[in-house]
């Protein structure tokens, strides 16, 4: 082999291994973002075990070596999971009585102390 070949071969072993990095990185994220959860709704499981399971299989978009639809499919994972989590302690953190939001002072036309 010629050493241009040699320099390809390496770039794209090393390219190869820095996605299955961020893959296994964005898991682990997915992992302990599920952890924060206790009750997640069926939108939530669907998310955290469709995308592990897109990950784990080896039946996917791109070839195997190539994990940037894995990552895709996780960072969209923990995206949402991390909108349910903040959700959810959003809704944890109001009184009981509390309305959901503030009044709008443009619609009733008073001031709101």
Do not use: C, E, N
């Amino acid at each position: 082999m010629s050493r241009q070949a040699w320099v390809l071969v390496v770039v794209a072993g090393v390219l190869a291994l820095a996605t299955l990095v961020g893959a296994v990185v964005l898991a682990v994220r997915v992992v302990r973002t599920r952890r924060l959860l206790t009750g997640l709704g069926a939108g939530g499981k669907v998310a955290f075990y469709g995308a592990l399971i897109y990950t784990i299989f080896p039946v996917d978009v791109l070839p195997d070596p190539i994990y940037l639809d894995d990552m895709g499919v996780l960072a969209g994972a923990l995206i949402y999971l991390t909108r349910l989590a903040h959700q959810r302690r959003a809704a944890g953190r109001q009184l009981p009585g509390q309305p959901d939001a503030p009044p709008d002072r443009r619609r009733t036309g008073r001031r709101v102390p």
